[in-house]
């Protein structure tokens, strides 16, 4: 009897431990979802005794997270038109305030900008300004203050966009190269524009293209900012469920941002470093007009009159910003332009009739973009029906406030769907029509006073970069339109072409677009 007593000792310290300790994992499981669940319950009666906007059903846990969708901004369309234009949401611990028409676009925007003007802390978002020390994601502060303000007058004033010519021109000018080389093969013309965008940013904020000479083609730095871009506008639980942000840990989110922010911030240090060395403090690049973006930061942060201290974490923040809210934006307007021109031909020939009837060289040139006048008309029909940022990037409520008779507390963030105020019948026309001649005679334009058109947002927020990437997106446009005439690849119509988008922070295609190019004019092999 002792062996089998022996025995069944073992198997209590073999087994009968583990089940223990599965018992009390168990238990503290239940017992962390209980109080979860209790703690939601009581917030929603806290909640409900104030008047919020009307609210969708939600799920235990989730609230209204399952209702996002693969595309939100589409989603969130399909329940204002149910739940109207005001609309509370709960993505799982957070709150949310969707925005969806141009008058309630105006009061947060413009008439309560104060109260709405900071940014919400995503997890992504903080580890990628360097702790809010940028101007895109930064919260609202003296300091955010005094770095726009630095924005208005030095980095993107008129002088400095024009100053950035030369750039935009050489590199628009290996893009026509590097379709002519194709011979009359299928061009992947979204990879194209991704690569284009990226080496006149690369050009235009340290002073180097970032693939070879002459190429256009992706780069190491290029698949790191794809990178940084696909983690800004993914999902991360803990954004959702801050009491268990242990879960990006779980799930790897936590492991792949830090990579993708280290390997970002190398980079940047390296190129501090370079320009550094080479430049000093930097005297007199203010004043150089071919001086780049972190020659110019560098230069100012040597200054004593500049009125708050500039640190090198300012400097990489702003860096930063140039390329994740930079170069995207305008290689996905031109990938949407040149979708719904081949979509519309009568639109795209008389684009093209224009562009060839105002220049007169083997190229354009952005001195001949004012002449455009039908171009710029299209250029505006591509950011109403396909905007930049679909959602504008999430802003946070600084304080309890009103909005249209509803309350909305502190802490609550907002996204504003420009997507769906700029397809609404009740401002435009026929609204899912690409038509470039409803803006003819219209004094709508993109800088954020007209409410039922803001594709680069409005208030204290709006694009401080609108102008240098509206500048480069017409000379590209205008370009592909002169140089090339455009189809689709062989047994391939326009009614295939497949026109669903992907969501991110920047709102592309969802597959690539490929088309084929024959070119109009003989171009001389050595110049392209």
Known sequence: MEPVHGSNAGD???????????????????????????ALIRMGRRRRRRRLPPCPPRLPLLGNLHQLGEVPHVSFRSLSDKYGPLMHLQLGQAHALVVSSAEAAREVLKTR??????????????????????????????????????????????????????VREEEVRVLVGEVRRAGGRPVNLSEMMLCLFNNITCREVFGE??????????????ELVLEAIRLLGGFCAGDFFPSMEWLNVLTGSHRRLEKAFGDMDRLMEEEIAAHSGSHGSGRGFASTSSA????????????????????????????????????????????????????????????????????????????????LQYLKLVVKEVLRLHPPASLLPARECREDCE?????????????????????????????????PERFEGS????????????????????????ALGVAALELALASLLYSFDWKLPEGVSKEDLDMAESFGIVSHRKTPLILVATPRVLYNLHNC
């Open 12 to 38: 209590q310290n073999g087994v009968g431990a583990p089940r223990c300790l599965y018992f009390l994992l168990y238990f503290s499981l239940i017992l962390l979802i209980f109080l979860y669940v209790h």
């Open 113 to 166: 900008d104060l109260s709405f003007c900071s940014r919400y802390p995503f997890i992504a978002s903080e580890r990628f300004s360097y702790g809010g020390m940028d101007i895109g994601l930064a919260p609202y502060s003296e300091a955010w203050r005094q770095l726009r303000k630095l924005a208005t007058l030095e980095l993107f004033s008129a002088r400095r966009v024009q100053s950035f010519r030369p």
């Open 209 to 222: 293209r970032c693939s070879g000479e002459g190429e256009c083609r992706r780069s190491r730095f290029h």
């Open 292 to 371: 780049s973006f972190i020659d110019l930061l560098l230069h100012l942060r040597q200054k004593s009159d500049l009125g708050f201290p500039l640190s090198t974490e300012h400097v990489k923040g702003i860096l930063m910003d140039f390329f994740l809210a930079g170069s995207d934006t305008s290689a996905a307007s031109v990938e949407w332009a040149m979708s719904e021109l081949i979509r519309n031909p009568t639109v795209m020939q008389k684009a093209q009739d224009e562009v060839r009837g105002a220049v007169a060289g083997e190229e354009v040139e952005e001195s001949d973009l004012p002449k």
């Open 403 to 435: 909005v249209h008779g509803y309350e909305v507390p502190a802490k609550t963030m907002v996204y504003v769907n420009v997507w769906a105020i700029h397809r609404d019948p009740g401002y435009w026309e026929e609204p899912e029509t690409f038509r």
């Open 443 to 466: 004094s709508v334009d993109y800088k954020g006073q007209h409410f039922q058109y803001l594709p680069f947002g409005a208030g204290r927020r709006s694009c401080p970069g609108m």
